[in-house]
């Protein structure tokens, strides 16, 4: 583990620790201004570990190199599905699954890990205080299912990239895989569509052979890339 993270994690036990004590005390005035500093240490150990090499860094990296992937998936449907989560929003299917229709599951820490980038890990998603602007922001480039929601986190593998772009120079797909990122398998996709969802239809189980090719965005030639 890295110096980074276990400050991070003892950071953030502390602000969980306090949080609890003074709640439990008949200091209302005390535990919220713990309960407020609490989330906000929790929240600067969190920024503290988004500078590991394997943390999320958001979509809109992503598009520096490749932009025509970029816009394509922004067409797709896995980059709208946060918004599946919103009150009133695929009503039909939600009600044919005894889910409430009129609730907002955007906050639901059990729809998050599928519906957002990297949720509870470092660098992923976290869900923003309506009032904190650059918290809100980034949680902007971490809704939906975006690139590294199956090639992997970015911090692994940007500053090859970056390297890339810099140098034009060619380059195998197995030195991605060496710095990092996925290799794109049905493993990958089963993490999210599988039985476990709350709209699996076990008369239509996910069938990785036939929706590989649909994928999450238009498929170019990447001109750098040797067979």
Request: glycine fraction near 10%; aromatic fraction near 8%; charge should be positive.
């Amino acid at each position: 583990m890295s110096a980074r993270w276990t400050v991070a994690i003892a950071g953030a036990s502390l602000a969980v620790v306090l949080t609890f004590f003074c709640a439990g005390v008949n200091a209302p005035a005390v535990a919220g201004d713990v309960a407020t500093f609490g989330r906000s240490a929790v929240m600067a150990a969190l920024a503290v570990g988004e500078d590991s090499a394997a943390a999320y860094v958001g979509s809109n990296k992503c598009k520096m190199c490749h932009a025509k992937q970029y816009k394509s998936w922004k067409k797709n449907k896995h980059a709208k599905v946060m918004d599946i989560l919103k009150a009133g929003n695929s009503s039909e299917k939600k009600t044919a699954h005894n889910l409430d229709p009129g609730k907002d599951y955007t906050t639901d820490a059990t729809c998050l890990p599928c519906h957002t980038v990297g949720f509870g890990k470092p660098g992923g998603y976290v869900v923003p205080a309506a009032d904190d602007k650059k918290a809100v922001k980034r949680a902007k480039h971490l809704a939906g299912v975006g690139c590294e929601s199956c090639h992997g986190p970015g911090g692994a593998y940007l500053d090859l990239h970056m390297d890339l772009l810099k140098s034009k120079r060619k380059y195998k797909v197995e030195e991605m895989y060496a710095a990092g990122m996925n290799k794109l398998g049905a493993d990958v996709c089963t993490q999210c569509h599988n039985e476990k969802g709350p709209t699996f239809d076990p008369s239509h189980p996910f069938d990785y052979t036939k929706m590989k090719d649909l994928g999450a965005h238009d498929h170019f030639p990447l001109k750098q890339r040797e067979p």
